[in-house]
């Protein structure tokens, strides 16, 4: 919110997305609000983060039913956030990087829920400025199984890698989706790790995409990331 001195009552945000870039995930109060009512919030919110007439979300919150609960504002301040994540398969190969807009829409929701702040009982639109989101790539991608970061896959020191990682306090892996032999979503040494010698020993299954040839980027959406590369060309 800008700067203000009038004590805002409530307000109802509304904020759309490019779907195949991104998914809102929820939404957060700043301090400020959350503090409202004893640490209750507003007396009233309501939310929806799939609105059926478009891609975004909505919040609308009225801070208090029965007594003067408002907010002023000598500078500008957040009054919340939003929180989103990207949708792998737009990325999937992507080495550019790639912007998208979040923008305030007046049309979300049904009925339509616009953007709006009260004070004094009066409702007024503010001043809106869309945003614009920038996805930078951070790597070039990871080889699966690569679980100490050098650049090659090598069952026997990857998998001695990540089994000291867990059963004796060794070095964190780089990349824990590298670190993901099987790609299930999650990093257990022993399952990963005996994948590993599996592969390469024992004639088992290859690590699922990228692969351990050639660098590229996961194409399963997990909990798992890559959130510092490791050497890959």
């Known amino acids: 919110a800008g700067a203000d001195p009038s004590g805002v009552q409530a307000l109802s945000v509304a904020v759309a997305h490019d779907a195949a870039m991104l998914t809102v995930l929820g939404y957060a109060f700043s301090p400020a609000l959350q503090a409202m009512n004893g640490g209750d919030g507003p007396d009233f919110f309501a939310s929806n983060i799939a609105p059926v007439d478009g891609a975004g979300i909505y919040v609308a919150a009225l801070f208090s039913f029965v007594t003067s609960v408002e907010l002023t504002f000598a500078a500008p301040a957040g009054v919340m956030s939003f ?9 999937l190969g ?10 305030f829409d007046n049309t979300l929701g ?4 616009e953007n709006l702040i009260v004070v004094g009982t009066i409702d007024y639109p503010p001043t809106l400025a869309n945003g614009t989101v920038t996805l930078l790539p951070i790597g070039s991608g990871f080889l699966r199984g ?7 896959v090598n069952a026997l020191l990857d998998a001695l890698f990540v089994l000291s990682w867990q059963f004796n306090a060794g070095a964190d892996p780089l990349c824990m ?3 993901d032999a099987t790609d299930n979503g999650d990093v257990n ?9 599996q592969w390469q020993f024992n004639a088992g299954p290859a690590p699922p995409a990228p692969g351990t040839d050639a660098c590229g980027a996961d194409p399963t ?7 510092a590369p490791p050497a890959c060309g």
Do not use: K, R
């Open 94 to 103: 992507n080495d550019a990087g790639a912007t998208t807009t979040l923008a």
């Open 221 to 227: 959406d997990d909990a798992v990331d890559c959130a």
């Open 146 to 152: 690569d679980v100490d970061g050098d650049g090659n």
């Open 177 to 179: 989706d590298a670190a």
């Open 110 to 113: 049904e009925p339509d829920v």
């Open 189 to 197: 040494a022993l399952l990963d790790g005996l994948h590993l010698l």
């Open 83 to 91: 929180d989103y994540e990207t949708v792998p398969a737009a990325l």
